[in-house]
T-cell receptor, first 113, second 111 residues
Framework: GAGVSQSPSNKVTEKGKDVELRCDPI?????LYWYRQSLGQGLEFLIY????????KSGLPSDRFSAERTGGSVSTLTIQRTQQEDSAVYLC???????????FGSGTRLTVV | GNSVTQMEGPVTLSEEAFLTINCTYT??????LFWYVQYPGEGLQLLLK?????DKGSNKGFEATYRKETTSFHLEKGSVQVSDSAVYFC??????????FGAGTRLTVKP
């Protein structure tokens, strides 16, 4: 597609429920990234994919968080047993080497009540 | 590890004022440096970048120079407009797979 697409744009969920966030990167971009942006804070790196593999999962905050990417394209970020501190905007970005910077989606605003 | 530190906001300026947002970095080797901008309700957009020492990135009247001696990449604009109101993020990357962002600086420009 023309840009990075994320869905849903907003999600309100009850504490303890599981949620899935979706990212559709720019066609042909081999690298895909997930970041979390909490209110008033910067971007926190979560995970990075090169193709379908995730060489860097160091940013996932707990084992409740997982992500996968299939077909070198769409990625889903899953948060199990959501907690209130998971409330944030989850941003996805994609890029294609050589380094030209990332292209970000508009994000998914997650609110856990 | 690699990191960037940028000045805390918020920054409030009048239209046509001069803008500086400071950014310093810590990194091994020679990272690429970036400024991203996030307008209200939108995702981050790449504003400008520099890939080696003494390079100057520029876009939309904004400039930043990669200063290795001071490990800095300060963002400047000579005359801001109301439409520049946004959150600005400094970032660095060594190999395009490890982009690290600063905390962001919120700029508000008043008419």
């Amino acid at each position: 597609g023309a840009g990075v697409s994320q869905s849903p744009s907003n999600k309100v969920t009850e504490k303890g429920k599981d949620v899935e966030l979706r990212c559709d990167p720019i066609s042909g971009h081999t690298a895909l990234y997930w970041y979390r942006q909490s209110l008033g804070q910067g971007l926190e790196f979560l995970i990075y994919f090169q193709g379908n593999s995730a060489p860097d999962k160091s940013g996932l905050p707990s084992d409740r968080f997982s992500a996968e990417r299939t077909g070198g394209s769409v990625s889903t970020l899953t948060i199990q047993r959501t907690q209130q501190e998971d409330s944030a905007v989850y941003l996805c970005a994609s890029s294609s080497p050589p380094a030209r910077g990332y292209t970000f989606g508009s994000g998914t605003r997650l609110t856990v009540v | 590890g690699n990191s960037v530190t940028q000045m805390e906001g918020p920054v409030t300026l009048s239209e046509e004022a001069f803008l500086t947002i400071n950014c310093t970095y810590t990194a091994t080797g020679y990272p690429s440096l970036f400024w991203y901008v996030q307008y209200p309700g939108e995702g981050l957009q790449l504003l400008l970048k520099a890939t080696k020492a003494d390079d100057k990135g520029s876009n939309k009247g904004f400039e930043a120079t990669y200063r290795k001696e001071t490990t800095s990449f300060h963002l400047e604009k000579g005359s801001v407009q109301v439409s520049d109101s946004a959150v600005y993020f400094c970032a660095l990357s060594r190999n395009n797979n490890d982009m690290r962002f600063g905390a962001g600086t919120r700029l508000t420009v008043k008419p």
